[in-house]
Nanobody, 117 residues
Framework: QVQLVESGGGLVQPGGSLRLSCAAS????????MGWYRQTPGNQREWIAS???????TYADSVKGRFTISRDGAKNTVYLQMNNLKPEDTATYYC???????????WGQGTQVTVSS
């Protein structure tokens, strides 16, 4: 069963914006911190943002001030609003739990973000 489904990626110009969505099963979503991660070929997945069950947020320095993570408990969905996109933001974006030293859930297929002129 697919438990994490990312969507909303696409091709955007530098300086543009995208909003990503992550639909999660209730068992994964409820009362768990959730996060967004990204990966480029040849590199490990990079953590970029987290949101606690109570709504507090944390961001990697590379995206701080440009990206906003949010969650909707009624929809079991996590969002990532990405503004002022840069070419170096080009990657496949994934969502998952964000709990230190706890195994991730099975990864979804991710959604591709390409920032190019």
């Amino acid at each position: 069963q697919v438990q994490l489904v990312e969507s909303g990626g696409g091709l955007v110009q530098p300086g543009g914006s995208l909003r990503l969505s992550c639909a999660a099963s209730g068992s994964i979503f409820r009362n768990n911190a959730m996060g967004w991660y990204r990966q480029t070929p040849g590199n490990q997945r990079e953590w970029i943002a987290s949101i606690s069950s109570g709504g507090s947020t944390t961001y990697a320095d590379s995206v701080k001030g440009r990206f906003t993570i949010s969650r909707d408990g009624a929809k079991n969905t996590v969002y990532l609003q990405m503004n002022n996109l840069k070419p170096e933001d080009t990657a496949t974006y994934y969502c998952n739990t964000a709990i230190v030293h706890r195994a991730f859930e099975a990864w979804g297929q991710g959604t591709q973000v390409t920032v190019s002129s």
